[in-house]
C-alpha cells in the first residue's frame, strides 16, 4: 500500500510543479508581448496591443491548483512549517499523544473542506456555471483541482494518523533529502 499512496503523493506534487511551469510560461510569454508592444510603439508611434486573453484568469486558477495539488505531497515530505514550541517540551508519549490529536482535528477540518469542496464542484457542474473574463471555463473545472487536491491531503493525513497510531515515525519530520528520490 506505501508504493501507491507514495505515488498518488508524488503525482500530485508533479502535477502542482507542472502548474507552477505553466504559470512561468504564461507570465513570460505575455512579458515578452508586451516587450514587441512597447518596440513597435517606440518605432511606429502606435502599439499593436498583443495580449494573451484572460492570462491572469489563467494564473490564478494555476495558482490554486498548484496551491492544493501540492499541500499532501509537501506534507509527507516534511517541507511544512510546524511550530513544535509546545511539543519539544513533551517526552515522548505525551508529544505522541499531542501529535495524534492535531492530526486527527487537522483530518476533520480538511475531510469537510473536501466534501464541501466536492459539493461545490458538483453544484458549478449542474447549474452551467461559468468563469468571468474574455475567455470562458466552465466553473467547475477550475474547482476540481482545488477539489481533488484536498482529498489527496485527506489520505495523507488519514495515511499520517494511521502511522502515529501504530507509533511508526512521523514522515512531517522531514527528511533532509533530495525530495523526488526515496
Request: net charge neutral; proline share 3%; hydrophobic share 50%.
Amino acid at each position: 500500500m506505501r508504493p501507491i499512496l507514495t505515488a498518488l503523493y508524488r503525482l500530485s506534487g508533479i502535477v502542482a510543479a507542472l502548474c507552477i511551469l505553466s504559470i512561468t510560461g504564461l507570465v513570460f510569454a505575455q512579458v515578452c508581448l508586451n516587450l514587441i508592444d512597447k518596440v513597435a510603439a517606440a518605432m511606429t508611434g502606435q502599439a499593436i496591443g498583443l495580449t494573451i486573453p484572460s492570462y491572469s484568469d489563467f494564473t490564478g486558477f494555476l495558482l490554486a491548483a498548484s496551491t492544493f495539488l501540492g499541500l499532501a505531497y509537501t506534507l509527507r515530505e516534511g517541507g511544512h512549517i510546524r511550530v513544535t514550541l509546545v511539543t519539544g517540551l513533551l517526552r515522548n508519549k505525551a508529544r505522541r499523544r499531542v501529535e495524534t490529536v492535531v492530526i486527527a482535528l487537522a483530518l476533520a477540518m480538511v475531510a469537510y473542506a473536501t466534501v464541501y469542496m466536492g459539493l461545490l464542484v458538483a453544484e458549478s457542474h449542474e447549474y452551467g456555471d461559468r468563469t468571468s473574463g474574455m475567455i470562458s471555463l466552465p466553473l467547475w473545472a477550475v474547482q476540481l483541482p482545488v477539489a481533488v487536491g484536498l482529498g489527496v491531503l485527506t489520505i495523507a493525513l488519514l495515511d499520517e494518523l494511521i502511522c502515529n497510531l501504530m507509533g511508526l515515525p512521523a514522515s512531517y519530520e522531514g527528511k533532509g533529502e533530495n525530495l523526488l528520490n526515496e
